[in-house]
């Protein structure tokens, strides 16, 4: 796990009030506004850069958790304007949070520590991060954050920025959580906040903190459901895939409107529904990737010396499976697109831990999708992906390193592509050239290099031969495929993933079948062997 170290000059900031200049204030805060649209909303924007410049002025400095949560505001604006600045109010900050973490617990302690966690994730310090968001969570419920009924004894402003809070709480546990792979620090158990708001017409308001911790709360049930317990079924998959486009109704057409019809002017909800967006990419690849992985598994050849042929290796573009496994890499390459537009229209900050994290993950799908042969048009939003995380890269240490990974894999699958092509193309050469005589029809010795591609095919082992076992390069021994015993009939969806008509799945006795075998399909086969494992064969 790479982190970006912190400078000793700046660990011992504390007690020193650091410098604020009056007339950064508005566009430092404007800045905290944009950056944490969608994940984090802990003030009005008006009244907070009111309350940042009442107490730049005072010459008194006021040693509370107030204090603490403006100068981490412009700690965060500044992350990306001034890096030294930045560091110097961070200190200051987090030293007023910890100083005042004994006393009477507040909704101010928690905005900070919500803060400290933000801004650390931003630095790529993102261990201390998770510590400092455990404080943050059992703050929160120590004051009855997770309770609206406790919420709604307060003003209405304090009422709706209490319910904000914990939502925002929500968003950076379950982002922490999922990309970490940690458990998460808080839980909707117990909690009566509502994770929407209507208007008069019984419509969602549109709300970007809304939308994201919607979508993430359906990637924590992704999580739950199906990689806790290491497997997957058609019934679960539908569930979910259900919950996607219910989601996907209320809120991603106007999403969308809002990234094509905004300028730069509307920064903050660009950002905002960008992140919304990119987690909803996200939860699509990652509901859909044992599908994906599957079809690489069937469509990859068997050993060095099986050339790859789709028909035989795919049951056609309708089943089920292969419409998860290119809606999986439908995912990525719209996310790819869609973040380095705003690229490019220099709309997105440098430092966006969830979208550098989601974009990760769609450079991963996409190389893996080139390398199954879905297309040679997945090479172009391959490298959008690369360029959008090497813009990242300026400042994240985490999208330098996912840059040279997904670098790695695209080279390696346009080197194993050209070398299937050249092995069909020399193939092919050995029946076609015998039309015009092109090729001698003599035998070349078995040391000329062109004879390789030209001898007589050999004989090859049966299809279910080929289908159970495979070839080893490195110890030339046989083994099998963790895939081999599962019926690709029952991977077969038909048409419940058609959005117009929301057809389900058949009968209770296909589901009662797909169940008892593609339900026991283990997702992680290298995980098994108490603990222990061996690489040797997979590698």
Known sequence: ML???????????????PYVDSTSIDRLTSNFVSVTSGLVDVSESARLAESISTRAVEKEALHDEASAVDYLVLAIGSQSVHEESAAQYFGYAKSLALSRLGGDLSI?????????TFYMLRACQINGAFIFF???????????????????????NVHAQRDRLWKSLRVLDLFLSISMGRPPSMSDVDFTVPYQSLDPDGQDKFDLLNASVQILSITEDI?????????????????????LRDWSTRWLLRLRRTLSESSQGEKTEVIGACQAMSSYYYAVMLVARPFLMYELCKRLPESTATAYTPSASSNGDS?????LANACIDAASLMAEMVLDLVNRRLLDGRMP???????????????????????VLEKYTRMSIAALEF???????????????????SSA?????????????????SSSQLFGLVPKKRLPRDNPVSAGLEEPQASPSSSQVGNMSHSPQTGELFTSPFHDVDPSLLSLGGFLDPPSGASLPGGDQHGQAEHVFGALNLFPLLDGNGHIDLAHYL
Not at 3 to 17: C, H, I, P, Q, Y
Not at 108 to 116: C, N
Not at 229 to 240: D, W, Y
Request: glycine letters at 8%; proline letters at 0%; charged letters at 25%.
């Open 414 to 430: 346009l080197r194993y592509l050209q070398r299937r092509d050249t092995d069909e193309r020399v193939q092919i050469m050995g």
């Open 134 to 156: 455990g404080i943050a969570a059992r703050a929160a419920y120590s004051i009855g954050l997770h309770r609206t009924e406790v919420n709604s004894r307060f003003e209405v």
């Open 319 to 323: 089943s089920g499976r292969t419409r």
């Open 392 to 410: 990242f890269a300026k400042d994240d240490t985490h999208a330098v390193q996912y840059s040279l990974i997904a670098q790695s894999l695209l």
């Open 354 to 376: 969830l979208i550098v994290s989601w974009l990760f993950a769609s450079s991963l799908v996409l190389g893996v999708g080139l390398l199954g042969g879905f297309g040679r």
């Open 108 to 116: 101010e302690t928690v905005q900070a520590f919500a803060l400290i």
């Open 223 to 243: 999580v739950l459901r199906v990689y806790s317990r290491r497997k997957i079924s058609l019934q679960l998959t539908e569930g979910i895939s259900r919950q």
């Open 3 to 17: 982190e970006n170290a912190t400078s000793d000059e700046f660990l011992s900031v504390g007690s020193k009030r």
